[in-house]
């Protein structure tokens, strides 16, 4: 009898651990929607720290996250990872892709399909904010495709596997430099994403940069603010960019 009865609180006692395993297996969200949401700080890698990536990766330093710049000429970025202190590191496209939760990626986007080839098999998986815009008189063809058949779709064309969100694209370095936590109403800035645990965390380090997210939509819909759309070039609130976009306020 005894033997039962300590048999059956074992059994019970076993189906409880497995169950709360379970559920926190359920609950739980993957690391980097979990890290934005309880402000916790995320790993950067940035592909290209020229205006736009040194510009957003300084923001992100700023508001406490680990950023690791790299270039085709890491030793030129010694100056900004010495000034921006502890949390700033740089070096190759390797190690920055290796380092971040996130990759931020800021090249001229010609650079894009030699990136996917490069370094398609480690940037599988990865969340990747992609700002990069095509222009025709730089980037040749795929300008073309992208005007095309849209930014969004076309990046992911050649970053196939990635999680891309379009996000930091429509202004210049030195209007995102002055206006980040600026008083409110914020800068908008609007991002585009398949997938939408990334567009969340997206939309949680455009917020750390000193900006106010504006989901426009999906990859095809990232068309609506690449270079010449309606949504580009706009130095405005998030109020009045979904006005412009004809989104829901």
Known sequence: MFEHVTVDRGRRALLGAAGALILQGVLQPTTALAQTSSGSKMKIGIIGAGHIGGTIGELWVKAGH??????????????LVA???????????????AFGDVVFLAVPYGALPQIGKDYGKSLAGKIVLDADNAVASRDGAI????????????????LPGTRLVRAFNTLSYMIFAREANRPV????????????ESVQVAAGLVRDAGFDPVEVGKLADARRFQRGAPGYGQNVSAAELKQKLSLAP
């Open 83 to 97: 000034r921006l202190g502890p949390l700033a590191q740089s070096g190759t496209v390797d190690q920055a892709i």
């Open 185 to 196: 109403p914020r800068l908008a800035v609007p991002i585009a994403g398949d997938d939408q």
């Open 66 to 79: 680990p950023v690791f710049f790299s270039s085709r000429h890491p030793e030129e970025l010694k100056d």
């Open 143 to 158: 300008a073309d495709e992208a005007e095309r058949d849209g930014i969004g779709v076309t990046s992911q064309k050649y």
